[in-house]
């Protein structure tokens, strides 16, 4: 989700990298889930995530968004976001002692949290929000621990690709004041990276690897939307 903010106001004034020192560290967040609560649609999903909810739940990308999920028009795009639900407008994978019931497999933006990205030049980099988390005196992590997710650097040239993927149908759908391509490349793209299933494991009975079926998903989806721009 794009947001107009001025660094300076949110956070601490610098950018990191991934092995940077960052004080996020928040005591394993005993006793609180602020961050799970009225998030409103902004826990936003990308495909490496729903390939990792659906391996760790093993649901579809349909019974998942039965209950956990829901769909929501994002800067022109169409894409999932955690749904928070019941009164206390929580994630319904938050569990009644109030911790992530699928911590090992959760979403980027929850492993990133406090910490967000900032997009420049082909490339990301991190900043960490300082009014986010109410947690005092926090200690300093590796960002790289903090993330723990495996082949970082693969997972890192995918998150800007598929951001900068992003912004070229935002672009095309900003540019076309026709309702029908906006529908129908809306829905090609909600098809071809999230209800399509993705191959959990290979046909050795190893885990199947996440990056190979997304870049072949975007190479087509590339050429795809070339018809519309
Ligand atoms: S607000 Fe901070 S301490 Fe609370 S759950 Fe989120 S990250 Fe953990
Ligand atoms: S997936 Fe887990 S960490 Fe993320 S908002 Fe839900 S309960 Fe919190």
């Known amino acids: 989700m794009e947001r107009e903010v001025d660094l300076k106001e949110i956070s601490d004034g610098r950018l990191y990298g991934i092995n940077d020192m960052v004080k996020a560290g928040c005591n394993d967040c005993a006793g609180c889930s602020l961050c799970c609560e009225g998030m409103g649609n902004s826990i936003i999903l990308d495909p490496y995530d729903i390939f990792m909810l659906e391996k760790g ?9 039965a209950e956990k999920l829901e769909l929501n028009v994002v800067d022109y795009i169409i894409q999932p976001n955690l749904k928070m639900q019941g009164q206390g407008e929580r994630c319904g994978f938050l569990n009644e002692k109030g911790r992530c019931s699928i911590h090992p497999y959760r979403p980027g933006f929850c492993r990133m949290f406090p910490l967000g990205r900032i ?3 082909k490339g990301f980099r991190y900043f960490l929000q300082i009014h986010e988390c109410p947690f005092p005196g926090k200690t300093k992590v590796k960002l790289k621990r903090w993330l723990d997710i495996p082949e970082i ?3 890192e040239r995918y998150v800007c690709d598929w951001h900068f993927f992003l912004k070229d ?6 540019d076309t004041e026709n309702e029908e391509i906006t529908r129908n490349l809306n829905l090609y793209l909600l098809n071809q990276f999230y209800v399509q299933a993705y191959e959990i494991s290979g046909a050795d009975g190893k885990e199947a690897d996440f990056y190979g079926q997304f870049y072949r998903r975007l190479e087509e989806a590339v050429k795809r939307a070339a018809l519309y721009a």
């Open 57 to 65: 739940c093993g649901l579809s990308f349909e019974e998942l968004l």
């Open 153 to 155: 650097g693969r997972y």
């Open 169 to 174: 149908m935002q672009k095309i759908i900003r």
């Open 119 to 121: 997009y420049e030049d």
